[in-house]
Structures are given as structure tokens and as C-alpha cells.
Nanobody, 115 residues
Framework: QVQLVEYGGGLVQPGGSLRLSCAASGSMFSINTMGWYRQAPGKQRELVAT???????NYDDSVKGRFTISAENAKNTVYLQMNSLRPEDTAVYYCNYRDSLRDAWGQGTQVTVSS
């Protein structure tokens, strides 16, 4: 079992910044991918960014240049630094862990971008 807990959501004005954290616990494989997804009201869950155990990063085009994903392997924690936030970034953000056997999700954290 892998457990994920997200931190750092909240309300921010357009143009502002937030940093999300995802702490993972449990038995994890070294070959894995962790990432962030988001779901806005009335929309499907979508990829934001992922990072592999070897550090390869992938971003959705809508966040390239504004969001940065990083990992602190010693703490089993993944971060999402979000800059230049826009109202359309408003969503529940979910942390995800995936390996050859498992696909785990956190409970989600709300990010609201509004003036």
C-alpha cells in the first residue's frame, strides 16, 4: 500500500503563487512515476505534471513555463511550484503514485485562483 497526503492548497489572486506538497508513505518501488493531476468542476481529471524516479519531468502544455514539479527522494515528497496562476487553474489537485503494480491517489487539495 502507498498512502499520499497533499498539502498547500488555498485561495490566491491571479498572478500569485502556491506550492503544493505530496508526502508518500508505504512500500514504494524505485521505478515509479509520481505526479499531479487536477479536476475542475464539471470537467474530467487531467494531467498537470509528472516526474519519474530518475527525474524525468513531463508537463501539460497549459502549465509549461509556470509550474515546476520536483521531488525530494529522501523525504518521499513531491512538490508542485505554481507561479503566474490564472483563474482557469482553479481545481482540486490530486497527487498520484504509479508503479508496475499500483496506482494510488491522494485525497486532493483545493486551489482557487480568484480576485
Amino acid at each position: 500500500q502507498v498512502q499520499l497526503v497533499e498539502y498547500g492548497g488555498g485561495l490566491v489572486q491571479p498572478g500569485g503563487s502556491l506550492r503544493l506538497s505530496c508526502a508518500a508513505s508505504g512500500s514504494m518501488f524505485s521505478i515509479n512515476t509520481m505526479g499531479w493531476y487536477r479536476q475542475a468542476p464539471g470537467k474530467q481529471r487531467e494531467l498537470v505534471a509528472t516526474i519519474t524516479g530518475t527525474g524525468f519531468k513531463n508537463y501539460d502544455d497549459s502549465v509549461k513555463g509556470r509550474f515546476t514539479i520536483s521531488a525530494e527522494n529522501a523525504k518521499n515528497t513531491v512538490y508542485l511550484q505554481m507561479n503566474s496562476l490564472r483563474p482557469e487553474d482553479t481545481a482540486v489537485y490530486y497527487c498520484n503514485y504509479r508503479d508496475s503494480l499500483r496506482d494510488a491517489w491522494g485525497q486532493g487539495t483545493q486551489v482557487t485562483v480568484s480576485s
